[in-house]
């Protein structure tokens, strides 16, 4: 599987601004889950988080208020055990307290190694599946497809 790699991307919009009191709680733990995920066995890479802000900015995105993330991992399992385990699953159970119902939406898909997915190319992926469903395009946890051959 070293010719591939999953990308993976996200996006939930916040009930408030993320510097309003009600969501300490939310932005108090990024940093923590993004470094975290660095160190994270199968963790490949990730643009920075001001990267990330400025690219929402330019695509007429609100970063204050839509929750953006976008990173590379080596396999669907090493991104499933981080996503589910520790200070990030905490965060997740807590995610209807600080996120409007029903914006939460996310992504997977298979990108030759080496290859660094571009924000566009995330919130495409996202609005592929929100659009499409899980297809061997864009896909989620629940409905997975499987590496490409090399």
Same mark, same amino acid.
């Given at each position: 599987?070293?010719? !591939?790699? %999953?990308?993976?991307?996200?996006?939930?919009?916040?009930?408030?601004?993320?510097?309003?009191?009600?969501?300490?709680?939310?932005?108090?733990?990024?940093?923590?889950?993004?470094? %975290?995920?660095?160190?994270?066995?199968? !963790? +490949?890479?990730?643009?920075?988080?001001?990267?990330?802000?400025?690219? %929402? +900015?330019?695509?007429?995105?609100?970063?204050?208020?839509?929750?953006?993330?976008?990173?590379?991992?080596?396999?669907?399992?090493?991104?499933?055990?981080?996503?589910?385990?520790?200070?990030?699953?905490?965060? +997740? *159970?807590?995610? *209807?307290?600080?996120?409007?119902?029903?914006?939460?939406?996310?992504?997977?898909?298979? +990108?030759?190694?080496?290859?660094?997915?571009?924000?566009?190319?995330? %919130?495409? *992926?996202?609005?592929?599946?929100?659009?499409?469903?899980?297809?061997?395009?864009?896909?989620?946890?629940?409905?997975?497809?499987?590496?490409?051959?090399?």
């Amino acid at each position: 599987m070293g010719a !591939f790699h %999953l990308a993976q991307a996200n996006i939930s919009t916040g009930r408030w601004a993320f510097d309003h009191w009600r969501m300490r709680g939310f932005a108090s733990r990024v940093d923590a889950i993004n470094d %975290l995920a660095v160190e994270a066995p199968g !963790f +490949v890479w990730r643009p920075t988080s001001e990267r990330m802000m400025n690219d %929402l +900015v330019r695509l007429g995105r609100d970063p204050m208020r839509e929750a953006y993330n976008l990173s590379v991992w080596e396999s669907v399992e090493s991104l499933w055990t981080f996503a589910f385990g520790g200070i990030h699953l905490e965060a +997740v *159970k807590r995610t *209807k307290q600080w996120f409007e119902p029903g914006s939460a939406f996310d992504v997977m898909w298979w +990108v030759p190694a080496g290859h660094r997915p571009t924000t566009e190319e995330g %919130l495409a *992926k996202l609005d592929l599946v929100r659009e499409q469903g899980p297809t061997p395009d864009g896909f989620t946890f629940r409905r997975r497809f499987p590496c490409p051959s090399s």
